[in-house]
């Protein structure tokens, strides 16, 4: 069973440009979650794709936004981008079925740094 | 809104001991989730113990209890005979089935140094 995969490993970006994160979800998971982790702070989430659509948002601008595909991969894409958006980028699958909690297993993430 | 706090930052543990990391909550929520989470130094977060709001008896996993007080909203995670391997970023978070369900609020986290 192949694990939750990032990509890439590392990024470095200038002001203003654009930059997508891609995510390859566990085997068998129909949901993709998305979380910032600044440097020395806990994940924040940004948001959360369940086939294919987002379902819930974090405090996070417009400029963050993402897609899910059908075979539940996903992609978190960041318009002008700022030195804040510096951070490691979680994401993590689950399966979702019914109104239960499923375990959300993450990924490596993606350093992201912005000059 | 859902908040977690852990109010130590740094905590050190020599091997074979036992260390208590704390976690306090707050939700209005009634149907919710609690979790420690690890991240060793390689990164990738990993699910360490969860905790069923409605459940009274406390989880166990191995070397890992917590101590779950609801009407105080705290959630202590007790590492029993310390490993090098245990030297992590060790994160609190709380999740609800309201939402997104499973959108999960961290903690800052607590770095712990296991020392030989």
């Known amino acids: 069973e192949t694990g939750v995969t990032q990509s890439p490993t590392h990024l470095i970006k200038t002001r203003g440009q654009q930059v997508t994160l891609r995510c390859s979800s566990q085997?068998?998971?129909?949901?993709v979650s998305w979380y910032q982790q600044a440097l020395g702070q806990g994940p924040q989430f940004i948001f959360q794709?369940?086939?294919?659509?987002?379902?819930g948002r974090g405090n996070f601008p417009p400029r963050f936004s993402g897609l899910q595909f059908p075979n539940y991969s996903s992609e978190l894409n960041v318009n002008a981008l700022e030195l804040d958006d510096s951070a490691l980028y979680l994401c993590?699958?689950?399966?979702?079925?019914?109104?239960?909690?499923?375990?959300?297993?993450f990924g490596p993430g993606t350093r992201l740094t912005v000059l | 809104a859902q908040t977690v706090t852990q109010s130590q930052p740094e905590m050190s543990v020599q091997e074979a001991e036992t260390v208590t990391l704390s976690c306090t909550y707050d939700?209005?929520?009634?149907?919710?989730?609690l979790f420690w989470y690890k991240q060793p130094p390689s990164r990738q977060m990993i699910l360490v113990i969860r905790?069923?709001?409605?459940?009274?008896q406390n989880a166990t996993e191995n070397r890992f209890s917590v101590n779950f007080q609801k009407a105080a909203k705290s959630f202590s995670l007790k590492i029993s005979d310390s490993q090098l391997g245990d030297t992590a970023m060790y994160f609190c978070?709380?999740?609800?089935?309201?939402?997104?369900?499973?959108?999960?609020?961290f903690g800052k986290g607590t770095k712990l140094s296991v020392k030989p």
């Open positions: 993590a699958s689950s399966f979702r079925l019914g109104p239960i909690y499923n375990e959300q297993f």
């Open positions: 085997s068998g998971h129909n949901t």
């Open positions: 794709y369940y086939r294919e659509e987002e379902n």
């Open positions: 939700t209005s929520e009634n149907n919710y989730y």
């Open positions: 905790q069923e709001a409605y459940k009274q």
């Open positions: 978070a709380s999740a609800s089935l309201g939402g997104s369900q499973g959108n999960l609020i």
